[in-house]
């Protein structure tokens, strides 16, 4: 675990790093949160997280009322690999006097207080291992830091070694199917686009279509089988979606990376409500982000526009932790969830 863990020749990104990773067909640039546009428009997040990174008090793993927690994450038998994500020294626990917000509970950035100022991964353990009041010993939700470390261990091969996640078909597959059930989902509420089956075969196309290109990265050739199988539709009518979000898109005197229908949330949105013809006043961004975090609780929010975001609302769901809203999510994803769920852990157990 440690080879792999130990982070190499970091890029900044102000708070979040972009780290080279194995180069994989079909592959476009990687995403970090400061790419996603809902990161943007609140730099107070920014500010937040260098806070608590240069601030925040850090719980000491070398102490022996540490071993406990080790103990409890051991008998949870969710992954072995666990435990060393949890003792290894790129993995930070803060004790945040201030709790962050739950979107950014766990996070990778470089660590400004370490003397070569190593990229590491930061969990935000407030009220999840506490001090017992009578005692030097430790009190552990083992669910949430579980579903922390887990979360950890994606973010980590994420910037690492995100080729080990693209080339697990099973683990793309997943969570494209999850994400298009998702936000699917979202603007069937607001729209009723279930009425006519043909219309939500298209939104679960596109909203494949948008995950595969603007959060995993893969291009046109890599994303459209994918896409196509999930949705069930053929390929004429995948190619016809194709022309008109490239048209919806389609804007003079601006960069190519503007003109992209799948380059961010705000961008995906206007060609999607343009394509299938929505009322504009009615599907907006902020209805559609509002619906989501409404549905699936409001650190879920950056998961659609960040791989590791969304591949944790889906493993902290299937922990049990109740961290976001998990009775949605099961309803929503159902089977799908849980075998995207074990896919990851698999590959965690494997890299560990």
Known sequence: ??????????????????????????????????????????????????????????????????????????????????????????????????PLPKAFKVFCARDFRSPDKRVKVFIDCSGVITKAKTSAALIVDEMKLVSYLVDAAVCMVYHKQYSKIQKQTSIVVGATTCFAKCFTFVIDYITKVSIQETSKAKVLYLSAMYFLQGVMGFDDEKSHPIAKKIAEISDREADMLNLLMDKASSVKNVSKRDTDPYDNIKSFVEALREVMHFNAHTVTLDTVVERWMTQYGVGTVLGMEYFPAFSAMMTDCYNGSYLNNQRSIEAVCKVDMVKYAKDIISMIDSIA
Request: aromatic content about 10%.
């Open 1 to 98: 675990m440690e080879n792999w863990f130990t982070p190499t020749r970091p890029k900044v990104d102000t708070v979040f790093i972009n780290e080279e990773s194995a180069e994989v067909p079909g592959q476009k640039e990687l995403k970090s949160y400061s790419d996603a546009y809902l990161y943007s428009k609140y730099p107070m997040y920014s500010k937040k997280l260098t806070d608590a990174i240069m601030q925040d008090p850090m719980i000491d793993k070398s102490t022996t009322a540490f071993a406990d927690v080790e103990h409890e994450i051991k008998r949870t038998r969710v992954s072995d690999g666990l435990v060393r994500i949890l003792k290894s020294p790129n993995t930070v626990l803060l004790d945040c006097d201030d």
